[in-house]
């Protein structure tokens, strides 16, 4: 079946540092791919998604290319700030209804 | 005005009650969907519906079920709650056939089950 693998559980950055958090996946269709950005006690939200291979996709400063040579799309940012403390999820998505969820990347900004 | 709505947003239950969560949306989205969050579990499908009365099991349906009499709502229940079942609730809704489009999100709700 499909699945998504974010390595990363927490991930603690000083502000102002670059990230990237990690996003592979397994499927044997065309993928569509998400990024989520859950902020604490809200609702996940879009932060980008993408289909295109090779091609960079940003939004408020992050930024993600879709790979399927190596089926995975990572989430950068240049400098991180401390609005950026939040769950992320990388979440995969097919011709079916069921879209696939990593299990998320808690990330933690210091002052 | 594109938005998903959850009620209520904090339950406090006791082991054996039953337990009703409602999800509205105003987008007349025809996929809708029902998720639980875990610390370090990510979110867990519990059900899928895809229209009025045509609904379909998640990865962890046991202990669930749904209803679904409007386009607009959907509701997951809880018969006789167990404690195991405390977690983070979320809808979510989708436009059918778009699996390029993003999942809409409530705000969840907290259930605390004693």
Request: glycine fraction near 8%; aromatic fraction near 12%; charge should be positive.
């Amino acid at each position: 079946g499909d699945s998504v693998t974010q390595t990363e559980g927490l991930v603690t950055l000083t502000k102002g540092l670059p990230v990237m958090l990690n996003c592979t996946y397994q499927t044997t269709y065309s993928p569509f791919l998400f990024w989520y950005v859950q902020h604490l006690n809200e609702a996940p939200k879009l932060l980008l998604k993408s289909s295109t291979d090779n091609k960079r996709t940003e939004h408020q400063g992050f930024y993600a290319t879709l790979h399927k040579s190596s089926s995975s799309f990572h989430l950068q940012k240049s400098s991180v700030q401390l609005s950026d403390s939040a769950l992320y999820f990388c979440a995969l998505s097919v011709g079916n209804y069921k879209p696939t969820f990593g299990k998320g990347t808690s990330l933690v900004v210091h002052p | 005005d594109m938005k998903v709505t959850q009620m209520p947003r904090y339950l406090i239950k006791r082991m054996g009650e039953n337990v009703l969560l409602e999800c509205g949306q105003d987008m007349s989205h025809e996929t809708m969907y029902w998720y639980r969050q875990d610390p370090g579990l990510g979110l867990q499908l519990i059900y899928i519906s895809y229209d009025v009365d045509s609904n379909s099991e998640g990865d962890i349906p046991k202990g669930y079920r749904v209803s679904r009499k409007k386009r607009e709502h959907f509701s997951l229940i809880l018969d006789s709650a167990k404690t195991n079942q405390t977690s983070v609730y979320f809808c979510a809704s989708r436009p059918v056939g778009a699996p390029n489009e993003r999942l809409f999100f409530g705000h969840g709700t907290k259930l605390s089950v004693l």
